[in-house]
């Protein structure tokens, strides 16, 4: 059974680790860190991406700066508790490590798989150059009754696709994961600089 959950969110990166690691929470007496990963684009710009790192898997106390890591695992989502509302947080939960020379250009270096369902309506818009855009969210089913919830970002046929699936139908996405910042009002005269992750959608079917 938790064999065949695992298939519905398959993630893999390759990149460079950016961060030192930061304690995020425990579980049954098994500690989990944060650490960033800078993942390449094509367009030679990079993606900052949290990943989840057991204690288990990795000696969290090392620096690891500047190393080059491949990550197979899942991207998931829980609420956190902020300013009287929940804050969805993102981050790839590894399940495999392993560390690199370097780049390899031949290699993929960010995946994403998922098979979930539409939790709320498709969000379809189009902006002032006449890019068509649809924002989906995505539930994916987890072991033990949980599940995660995943943005995703759809463009041009895709877009145009996505904005009439139905709340509740089953799709498969294929795509890569993006993180992008921008600039959140937290007060009268207070901004604050946040990073959003989501998935930028290359393929979509819709199952149902």
């Avoid at 460079?16 to 710009?45: C, M, N, W």
């Avoid at 949290?50 to 288990?56: D, K, L």
């Avoid at 009287?84 to 392993?98: C, D, Q, W």
Wanted: glycine residues 6%; aromatic residues 12%; charged residues 25%.
């Amino acid at each position: 059974m938790a064999d065949k959950i695992i298939e519905n969110n398959q993630v893999s990166i390759l990149g460079q680790i950016a961060s030192p690691f930061t304690f995020s929470h425990q579980v049954f007496g098994e500690g989990f860190y944060l650490v960033d990963v800078l993942v390449k684009r094509l367009s030679e710009s990079e993606d900052r991406i949290p990943v989840m790192v057991s204690e288990r898997l990795l000696d969290v106390t090392q620096d690891y700066e500047g190393e080059y890591i491949e990550i197979s695992g899942q991207f998931r989502s829980y609420n956190r508790h902020e300013e009287k509302k929940n804050r969805l947080v993102l981050s790839v939960f590894a399940r495999e490590i392993s560390f690199v020379e370097q780049e390899d250009n031949s290699v993929k270096t960010n995946q994403i798989f998922l098979d979930g369902y539409i939790c709320k309506p498709p969000v379809y818009r189009k902006t002032p150059l006449g890019r068509e855009i649809a924002d989906l969210l995505i539930a994916v089913n987890r072991p033990y009754g949980k599940s995660d919830y995943i943005p995703c970002i759809c463009w041009g046929r895709n877009a145009r696709y996505a904005s009439a699936f139905q709340v509740g139908g089953h799709v498969l996405v294929w795509g890569r994961i993006q993180s992008r910042e921008y600039v959140k009002k937290i007060g009268e005269n207070e901004t604050e600089k946040r990073t959003a992750y989501e998935v930028s959608v290359s393929k979509l079917e819709y199952v149902d």
